[in-house]
């Protein structure tokens, strides 16, 4: 005889973990695009400006471990970081083939320019809750990050990235 299931109700849908996440990370991007709309830059460009900024000659491959972004979802990012003139790509010494990114001048002004904007949307993400509350938040969001890093479709792998650095080019 078939059991009787109860079926999902939205509100278990609504209450869901991962439903929970989703909703937050499109309002975290949508919070950052209004922010930093005068700057034309998404969340992941930023990211990777920062890295390029903080490794300078990090191939793309590093780049995508240090912040945990699909390689060949990157090659787009790189694109058009490049074609608003934020970064160049200059071949290895090495090897000519790697190509190695470095900020421009107008990478490291539009970074600093933004900083207010970024510190705004980061500002308004947590400002609902009382500051006890966020800090509560953003030690177990570390904490679930942390423990689930292997689970990823890209796992956060700055160390190993940049223990070769160096040796790229």
Known sequence: MPSKSTPITMDAVYTAPGYLFRRMQQIAVALF?????AYDLTPVQYAALIAIR?????????LSAVIAFDRSTLGSVIE??????????????????????????AGATVL???????????????QP?????RK??????????????????????????????????
């Open 80 to 105: 058009r970081l490049e074609a608003k003139q934020f970064i160049e790509r200059k071949p290895g010494s090495m090897d000519k083939r790697v190509k190695l990114l470095h900020l421009t001048k």
């Open 136 to 169: 509560t938040l953003l030690a177990l969001l570390t904490q679930l990050v942390d423990l689930n890093n292997e689970a990823s479709r890209v796992p956060l792998r700055a160390e190993d990235a940049l223990e070769h650095l160096g040796k790229a080019g």
């Open 33 to 37: 695009m209004e922010e930093c709309k």
């Open 54 to 62: 903080t490794h300078p000659g990090i191939d793309a491959t590093r």
């Open 129 to 133: 809750l009382k500051p006890a509350d």
């Open 112 to 126: 600093r320019e933004i900083m207010p904007s970024v510190d705004r949307a980061q500002a308004r993400m947590l």
